[in-house]
């Protein structure tokens, strides 16, 4: 099964569980492509947030993702931040370019998982993997849920996967999430 990783990131974290999805499906023997949605912002913000230019150099070095490029694919993954609890402009711009394939159904039966990355449990993350999902919903695509008992003693939504990074975007995806993505992999994609 072809597989498409999407994201968006500026502080690096929805970066880091887009590699860690990468990598768990090259470690299984599976086929999967990385892409990164267009952010014309990224190194002016990489100034603003020092957070950001810890991995700014490894994100812009991924090229960016056209739907052309992602059409032969069964899955897709989408990852971004959460911004007020929606998804970012940056990706809600991306989702928003998919409108031509749309009327001709070309994402139909495509299935699709989600994950975002948000500052704390009361920013909105939840909203953030549900407008992923809607956006899934309408494309026709076959939403994936994460089954609640995939990592013992670890709360993890069935709409998606979510990291906190705190205020300041600068805590990273620790050892639990990286191995909820890694089992997801391996047992569910």
């Given at each position: 099964?072809?597989?498409?990783?999407?994201?968006?990131?500026?502080?690096?974290n929805?970066?880091?569980?887009?590699?860690?999805?990468?990598?768990?499906?090259?470690?299984?023997?599976?086929?999967?492509?990385?892409?990164?949605?267009?952010?014309?912002?990224?190194?002016?913000l990489?100034d603003?947030f020092?957070?950001?230019?810890?991995?700014l150099?490894?994100?812009?070095?991924?090229p960016?993702?056209?739907w052309?490029?992602?059409?032969?694919?069964e899955?897709?993954?989408?990852?971004c931040?959460?911004y007020y609890?929606?998804?970012?402009?940056?990706?809600?711009?991306?989702?928003?370019?998919?409108?031509e394939?749309?009327?001709?159904?070309?994402?139909?039966?495509k299935?699709l998982?989600?994950?975002?990355?948000?500052?704390?449990?009361?920013g909105?993350?939840?909203?953030c993997?549900?407008?992923?999902?809607?956006?899934?919903q309408?494309m026709?695509?076959?939403?994936?849920?994460?089954?609640p008992?995939?990592?013992?003693?670890?709360?993890?939504?069935?709409?998606?996967?979510?990291?906190y990074s705190?205020?300041?975007?600068?805590?990273?995806?620790g050892?639990?999430?990286?191995c909820?993505v890694?089992?997801?992999?391996?047992?569910?994609?």
């Open positions: 099964m072809k597989t498409a990783i999407i994201f968006h990131s500026v502080c690096g929805t970066y880091l569980m887009a590699k860690a999805f990468y990598e768990s499906f090259l470690k299984n023997g599976k086929e999967v492509e990385i892409y990164r949605v267009w952010d014309e912002n990224l190194e002016e990489s603003q020092p957070v950001a230019k810890e991995y150099e490894e994100i812009m070095n991924i960016i993702a056209k052309e490029n992602i059409l032969d694919k899955q897709i993954i989408l990852g931040p959460t609890g929606n998804v970012s402009a940056e990706m809600k711009a991306y989702m928003d370019t998919a409108s394939f749309w009327s001709e159904g070309k994402l139909i039966g299935r998982t989600v994950f975002t990355s948000a500052g704390s449990s009361e909105g993350g939840h909203l993997l549900q407008a992923l999902n809607t956006f899934g309408h026709g695509m076959i939403l994936q849920s994460i089954p008992n995939l990592v013992p003693n670890e709360n993890i939504p069935a709409y998606g996967m979510i990291h705190g205020e300041l975007g600068d805590q990273r995806p050892e639990k999430l990286l909820a890694d089992k997801y992999v391996e047992k569910y994609l």
